[in-house]
């Protein structure tokens, strides 16, 4: 019945290629769970940092400021969740609460929220604004609750905890569905100068209580880990698997360039995001306008995340007005047109693909001229390609390499000098497990 399948599979759609016997659909080592795989396919994402320090020019709070500071004057969740859904991001993640405290939604129970704000006369809600917003656009909404407290009085006492989780409990029961648990592994002092002992154990078990669909973003996970930069790039050698005992969050996580690469055989599957901020810092200071990142740059980012296997969090910070500045969104407006043009047109599309053993032979009736390879592995299956080559030519005898990689997981993309050719071949030189392939994609990306 699976060989069935699978034939018909292969038949309906010449460009995707199971190389494997047949006992390759089998699941092999760590897998990702439906959450995870669903969550891998959004690709690409926002991020937003809005809140007092916004107003004050900070990018860490002290949680002393004045809730008045607070007061965008033109504040439009719609444009940002339009501008979003516009550059094909599937969903905003948004600072509910940064280090500072400050609630953008009138918490019970924090003194520190849009409710002692004179914005609105305190009955303001950007969670509540944002989350209809999302809707409304047909995009996603996740949020970032900084653990890590400046302002609550009972911060660095065990109560804290249980106030973090009724916290949580306020967000994740009452604004509806929300994609991903935004975590920061920051975990300073608070006002009474002590650190607190966060209970991650219990703040997990609380947020999946509420939402079990979640997924939660961390150094180390459980769903989601931090690539080890704030700079949006991952390894070219990169595991969806990590080992995480004995590490913690913060100042305990593992080494960064293990996040960066995650483990070969790590026992969990925690796919790696790679977040950064499309300018320089992740508050938005009008002085660092003109440290907007430019089409090319934000597409050579994404070549280097969503294109080694990852998800993109791309930070867009709303300004003094509540709006996403000008020069932002046509940053963004171009990323999308570039990311569109680059993958708009298929050179494989027709090819026919023959397998032997762990070789994949692709030929076209006539010669494509491309500069870019995307490979895929069918990850719910588990990740098992190790290192691969492309070779290509006129034909079969005249084969040349024109590039070498390591890994593939979700997807691969692999640029090199424009050929022009009419056989390539994929040769996956070391593998954990017979490798179970999906889609395969040429294009000819123009500088
Ligand atoms: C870090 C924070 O300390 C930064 O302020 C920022 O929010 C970044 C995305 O995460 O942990």
Known sequence: MRLKKTIAFILFTLSILTISNSK????????PSPQQLAWQEKEFYLFM???????????????????????????????WARIAKASGAKGIIITAKHHDGFCLWPSKFSTHTVRESKWMNGKGDV??????ACKKAGIEMGVYISPWD?????????????????TMKELLTGYGKFFELWWDGANGEGQNGKKQVYDFKRFQDSALSYQSHLVI???????????????????????????TAG??????????????????????????????????GWFYHEEEDNTVKTDKQLFNLYLKNVGRGGNFLLNVPPNRKGLISSVDSAALMNFKKMRDAAFKTNVLKDAVIKKHGNEMEICLTQAATFNTLQLQEQIKF??????????????????????????????????FPTVTAKCIKVKITAAKANPVMGAIAGYLIKE
């Open 247 to 280: 590490f913690k969050r913060g100042e305990g996580a593992p080494p960064t360039d293990t996040l960066n690469r995650g483990n070969i055989n790590g026992k969990a599957w925690i796919p790696g995001e790679a977040d950064v901020s499309i300018r320089k």
């Open 127 to 132: 969670i509540k604004m944002l989350s209809e």
């Open 24 to 31: 390759a659909q089998e699941k092999f080592g760590p897998t």
């Open 150 to 166: 400046r302002n609550h009085p009972q911060y660095g006492t065990p109560a804290y905890n249980d106030i973090y989780i009724q």
């Open 382 to 415: 588990g990740q098992r390609v190790i290192s691969f080559e492309i070779e290509a030519g006129d034909n079969e005898n005249s084969l040349k390499k024109i590039a070498a990689s390591t890994t593939i997981g979700r997807k691969k993309i692999i640029q």
């Open 49 to 79: 940092h809005f809140g007092p320090n916004t107003f004050t020019n900070l990018e860490w709070g002290k949680g002393s400021e004045d809730p008045n500071v607070f007061n965008p004057t033109q504040i439009d969740c719609n444009q």
């Open 217 to 243: 973003f961390s150094d180390i996970g459980p769903h989601i880990r931090w690539i080890g930069n704030e700079d949006g790039i991952i390894n070219e050698t990169n595991w969806n698997l990590l080992d």
